[in-house]
């Protein structure tokens, strides 16, 4: 028998009844050879009386199994437990016979096991019958239903939790699977009794058949997938706050984000609140937060439309007291635990009575308070509240707020340096920009700067006013490539430098030669990583002459400026177009052109004239209409122009300097023309002083006769001829004279014994300054005199003084 077991007994019979297959199993059980059992009827090997009705039984059904008397090839009786599964072959359907040991028929033994497993099952299952009626139960659904096998039987899933919508969807799937013979699947949502908290559910629902095939009801399995489904909407709302959280350098918009984010997937309300110091970029006080301590809500959102937590508006600010909760998240780095929650409602019923009846009021159980730390730098917490959900507030909940905090705290403290390095920026700027357009006779002038909005930061757009020797005047604007700090400070040496080189009387094309050769020292000094914050930059240098009501101006790739003449014509300054400063390759070339008095010159930066929606050419032409339309006033105008041109957030900075043009009277200016003779000297001077008095100007005639005499000597030992003397009555007394030769004058010291040497110093003495520019011509030596109070210095163009 041992041989026996060792090897299966199978036959194969087709649907006909005829063996087809005999192992050799079988040829030992039976002793029949296979070409004796082949084609043969299977009946042939049945010993019982009327065992054709097994084969019969056989039919329309998949299997079978149970005891057979078989005939033995010597005569005698075998009885075998067999088991019958019917096949579909390539050939056709046919019947697997084996023997099996007694153990693996079906048994009451085995009904039991079955029982077991169906009973502890781990998950609910269940077995109803096709009118949707519980027929079986397992004890994972009588825990979650509350009832017990015998009370669930002849019960509808609805009926079972009366108070939940969701039992519907599982019988409407049930009836799918009824109507389908489909299986079906869905996520609910259902609370087990005496738990306020819905549990996720995995619905599984299939037919169930008998043995031969025949519907009987439906099975049903329910896993609890509630953890699985926490976690996954934590990870979702993760996401979710990694997109929408900081996308903005603004405080209270990431505040407003983060309160929008977490309400209400994770809180029923959130509110945050800042650190007051936040608003100004500054950095945080030092010392520990004892209290009390103001804080401001940034940002906040509740479950209620148009309903905050608390008593606290947006934009309020909040003083809390000393040793509070919350004053405690401030000065640490832990969030308030979930156990903690009650401790905290409890200290706003002691210090704060009406916000805790407001909290009350919305039945809010459970509180946590998370600080707002960056950098080690605590910026201030965060609220969240619970009175719609009743879950209270878990320990994965305070991770997960954590880690929601600091994904904002990190664009908050952004925020803040940013904050910090725009003031530092409009601070840097507005002391290096001119704070007030010095007063001189040659122009009269107005001027706007107005810093980009949004994330750009302040640039490096400027502009200046420098009055020149001879009553002339220098009008710059330039444009520094970039934003922030390094433009501002790079602005500062520009207009340092620029200052520097009018105060040397260059021409506009020379000036720009030498910012164009500084642009490419520092860029080589700087490095290529520092290299763009110079070149590329442009400028505009321009110098006026009220005497001869000349403009002398020349370009550096910046835009081309404007002019308004006094009947209001607007037309371009026509200018070669010079590269910007470092890029090198074209000269500058200066271009002059005479204006009449009272026109009007206007210098911008392209942040006035482009904009992402609008080209040089479409925002010029909106200049040039804005000009046509300014009032009188300078002052007026600018506003006008800005009104017109920019939003009220401009993309880019934008500079803009109008200055109207004067000349002064003929009256004003006397000229002689000198010999080259010594003996020339006292003439010269007589005439001069004759001009003085006509001038009314005795108090400074004695010093005048003597610049004259000492800067005309000068030139008569020093220089070439010919020689020319000029005196201009403006807000000074400035007297020049002009020759065609290059020496340079210069103050040396002289000695006791020396014979010469004393005349600068003289000059330098009597005059409020002096200086030597030079021209095409050769060089003017120049000296400026205060007039004394009570002189009527100063006059206002078209008023000559009397002839006397």
Same mark, same amino acid.
């Given at each position: 028998?041992?041989?026996?077991?060792?090897?299966?007994?199978?036959?194969?019979?087709?649907?006909?009844?005829?063996?087809?297959?005999?192992?050799?199993?079988?040829?030992?059980?039976?002793?029949?050879?296979?070409?004796?059992?082949?084609?043969?009827?299977?009946?042939?090997?049945?010993?019982?009386?009327?065992?054709?009705?097994?084969?019969?039984?056989?039919? =329309?059904?998949?299997?079978?199994?149970?005891? $057979?008397?078989?005939?033995?090839?010597? *005569?005698?009786?075998?009885?075998?437990?067999?088991?019958?599964?019917?096949?579909?072959?390539?050939?056709?359907?046919?019947?697997?016979?084996?023997?099996?040991?007694?153990?693996?028929? /079906?048994?009451?033994?085995?009904?039991?096991?079955?029982?077991?497993?169906?009973?502890?099952?781990?998950?609910?299952?269940? #077995?109803?019958?096709?009118?949707?009626?519980?027929?079986?139960?397992?004890?994972?659904?009588?825990?979650?239903?509350?009832?017990?096998?015998?009370?669930?039987?002849?019960?509808?899933?609805?009926?079972?939790?009366? %108070?939940?919508?969701?039992?519907?969807?599982?019988?409407?799937?049930?009836r799918t699977a009824v109507e389908t013979d489909q299986r079906e699947h869905l996520r609910t949502f259902v609370r087990v009794p005496g738990e306020a908290v819905e549990h996720s559910w995995s619905v599984w629902v299939a037919p169930a058949k008998d043995e031969n095939g025949d519907l009987r009801g439906v099975c049903f399995t329910a896993q609890d997938l509630t953890e699985q489904y926490s976690a996954q909407q934590r990870l979702l709302l993760l996401n979710k706050a990694g997109s929408r959280i900081g996308t903005t350098l603004d405080i209270g918009r990431t505040a407003q984000q983060l309160a929008d984010v977490t309400v209400p997937q994770f809180a029923d309300f959130t509110g945050v609140d800042v650190l007051t110091f936040l608003e100004h970029g500054n950095e945080p006080p030092p010392g520990p937060l004892n209290g009390p301590v103001d804080v401001r809500r940034a940002g906040q959102r509740s479950v209620a439309t148009g309903e905050s937590g608390d008593l606290v508006g947006t934009g309020e600010v909040v003083t809390h007291p000393r040793f509070s909760e919350l004053i405690e998240r401030l000065g640490g780095t832990r969030t308030t635990t979930p156990e903690a929650?009650?401790?905290?409602?409890?200290?706003?019923?002691?210090?704060?009575? &009406?916000?805790?009846?407001? $909290?009350?009021?919305?039945?809010? /159980?459970?509180?946590?308070?998370?600080?707002?730390?960056?950098?080690?730098?605590?910026?201030?917490?965060?609220?969240?509240?619970?009175?719609?959900?009743?879950?209270?507030? +878990?320990?994965?909940?305070?991770?997960?707020?954590?880690?929601?905090?600091?994904?904002?705290?990190?664009?908050? %403290?952004?925020?803040?340096?940013?904050?910090?390095?725009?003031?530092?920026?409009?601070?840097?700027?507005?002391?290096?920009?001119?704070?007030?357009?010095?007063?001189?006779?040659?122009?009269?002038?107005?001027?706007?700067?107005?810093?980009?909005?949004?994330? &750009?930061?302040?640039? =490096?757009?400027?502009?200046?006013?420098?009055?020149?020797?001879?009553?002339?005047?220098?009008?710059?604007?330039?444009?520094?490539?970039?934003?922030?700090?390094?433009?501002?400070?790079?602005?500062?040496?520009?207009?340092?430098?620029?200052?520097?080189?009018?105060?040397?009387?260059?021409? !506009?094309?020379?000036?720009?030669?030498?910012?164009?050769?500084?642009?490419?020292?520092?860029?080589?000094?700087? *490095?290529?990583?520092?290299?763009?914050?110079?070149?590329?930059?442009?400028? #505009?240098?321009?110098?006026? %002459?009220?005497?001869?009501?000349?403009?002398?101006?020349?370009?550096?790739?910046?835009?081309?400026?404007?002019?308004?003449?006094?009947?209001?014509?607007?037309?371009?300054?026509?200018?070669?177009?010079?590269? !910007?400063?470092?890029?090198? =390759?074209?000269?500058?070339?200066?271009?002059?052109?005479?204006?009449?008095?009272?026109?009007?010159?206007?210098?911008?930066?392209?942040?006035?004239?482009?904009?992402? /929606?609008?080209?040089?050419?479409?925002?010029?032409?909106?200049?040039?209409?804005?000009?046509?339309?300014?009032?009188?006033?300078?002052? +007026?105008?600018?506003?006008?122009?800005?009104?017109?041109?920019?939003?009220?957030? !401009?993309?880019?900075?934008?500079?803009?300097?109008?200055?109207?043009?004067?000349?002064?009277?003929?009256?004003?200016?006397?000229?002689?023309?000198?010999?080259?003779?010594?003996?020339?000297?006292?003439?010269?001077?007589?005439?001069? +002083?004759?001009?003085?008095?006509?001038?009314?100007?005795?108090?400074?005639?004695?010093?005048?006769?003597?610049?004259?005499?000492?800067?005309?000597?000068?030139?008569?030992?020093?220089?070439?001829?010919?020689?020319?003397?000029?005196?201009?009555?403006?807000?000074?007394?400035?007297?020049?004279?002009? %020759?065609?030769?290059?020496?340079?004058?210069?103050?040396?010291?002289?000695?006791?014994?020396?014979?010469?040497?004393?005349?600068?110093?003289?000059?330098?003495?009597?005059?409020?300054?002096?200086?030597?520019?030079?021209?095409?011509?050769?060089?003017?030596?120049?000296?400026?005199?205060?007039?004394?109070?009570?002189? !009527? *210095?100063?006059?206002?163009? *078209?008023?000559?003084?009397?002839?006397?």
């Open positions: 028998m041992a041989d026996d077991a060792e090897r299966p007994v199978t036959a194969i019979v087709d649907e006909h009844g005829t063996v087809t297959g005999w192992s050799p199993g079988a040829v030992r059980l039976l002793g029949y050879e296979h070409e004796e059992v082949l084609g043969r009827a299977g009946t042939d090997l049945l010993a019982e009386p009327g065992a054709e009705a097994v084969m019969e039984a056989l039919a =329309g059904r998949r299997s079978w199994n149970g005891h $057979v008397v078989l005939r033995h090839r010597d *005569g005698r009786e075998v009885r075998v437990a067999l088991l019958a599964r019917r096949r579909t072959t390539p050939v056709g359907p046919d019947w697997l016979l084996v023997r099996v040991d007694e153990a693996r028929l /079906h048994s009451g033994a085995d009904v039991t096991a079955m029982d077991w497993g169906f009973s502890e099952f781990p998950c609910i299952l269940g #077995l109803l019958d096709t009118n949707l009626l519980v027929v079986r139960a397992n004890r994972d659904m009588e825990r979650a239903a509350g009832l017990t096998e015998d009370q669930l039987q002849g019960l509808r899933p609805s009926e079972i939790i009366t %108070d939940q919508p969701e039992p519907c969807r599982v019988e409407r799937a049930m929650s009650s401790r905290l409602l409890a200290e706003w019923t002691g210090h704060d009575p &009406a916000r805790a009846a407001r $909290v009350g009021s919305q039945r809010i /159980h459970s509180v946590m308070v998370v600080p707002l730390r960056a950098r080690g730098i605590t910026l201030g917490v965060t609220l969240f509240m619970r009175h719609r959900r009743p879950e209270p507030f +878990a320990h994965h909940d305070m991770l997960l707020a954590e880690e929601l905090t600091a994904r904002a705290v990190v664009s908050m %403290d952004n925020a803040r340096r940013y904050v910090r390095e725009r003031k530092t920026a409009e601070t840097l700027q507005r002391d290096l920009l001119p704070q007030q357009l010095p007063e001189q006779s040659a122009v009269e002038t107005a001027s706007r700067y107005l810093p980009a909005q949004g994330q &750009a930061g302040v640039g =490096g757009d400027w502009f200046d006013v420098i009055p020149l020797s001879s009553a002339r005047v220098a009008l710059v604007v330039g444009d520094v490539v970039g934003h922030g700090l390094q433009a501002s400070a790079t602005m500062g040496r520009f207009r340092t430098a620029v200052r520097s080189l009018a105060e040397m009387g260059l021409p !506009p094309d020379e000036v720009l030669t030498h910012l164009d050769d500084m642009v490419t020292r520092l860029s080589d000094e700087s *490095g290529s990583e520092s290299a763009a914050a110079y070149t590329g930059t442009t400028c #505009l240098y321009a110098v006026y %002459d009220p005497v001869s009501r000349r403009c002398t101006a020349a370009r550096a790739g910046h835009p081309i400026p404007l002019v308004v003449s006094p009947p209001g014509t607007v037309d371009l300054f026509d200018l070669p177009a010079g590269p !910007p400063l470092g890029v090198g =390759g074209t000269p500058f070339e200066a271009s002059q052109r005479e204006l009449p008095e009272g026109s009007v010159l206007a210098f911008y930066t392209n942040g006035l004239i482009e904009t992402r /929606h609008r080209d040089l050419d479409e925002g010029l032409a909106m200049l040039r209409r804005s000009l046509t339309e300014t009032p009188e006033s300078l002052e +007026a105008s600018c506003d006008h122009i800005l009104a017109a041109m920019l939003p009220e957030q !401009p993309e880019d900075d934008a500079a803009l300097l109008l200055a109207r043009t004067r000349a002064l009277d003929p009256g004003q200016v006397a000229t002689w023309d000198v010999p080259a003779d010594p003996a020339a000297v006292a003439p010269i001077r007589a005439d001069a +002083a004759a001009r003085l008095g006509s001038w009314g100007l005795e108090d400074v005639l004695f010093s005048t006769e003597l610049i004259v005499s000492e800067l005309i000597t000068n030139a008569i030992r020093y220089g070439n001829p010919p020689i020319r003397l000029r005196l201009i009555y403006d807000r000074e007394l400035i007297c020049e004279v002009s %020759d065609t030769g290059i020496a340079a004058p210069h103050l040396r010291p002289a000695s006791l014994m020396d014979e010469g040497g004393r005349g600068l110093l003289l000059v330098a003495q009597l005059g409020r300054r002096w200086g030597v520019r030079y021209g095409q011509q050769g060089k003017t030596i120049w000296a400026e005199q205060t007039l004394p109070d009570g002189l !009527p *210095g100063g006059l206002a163009p *078209g008023h000559p003084p009397s002839p006397g």
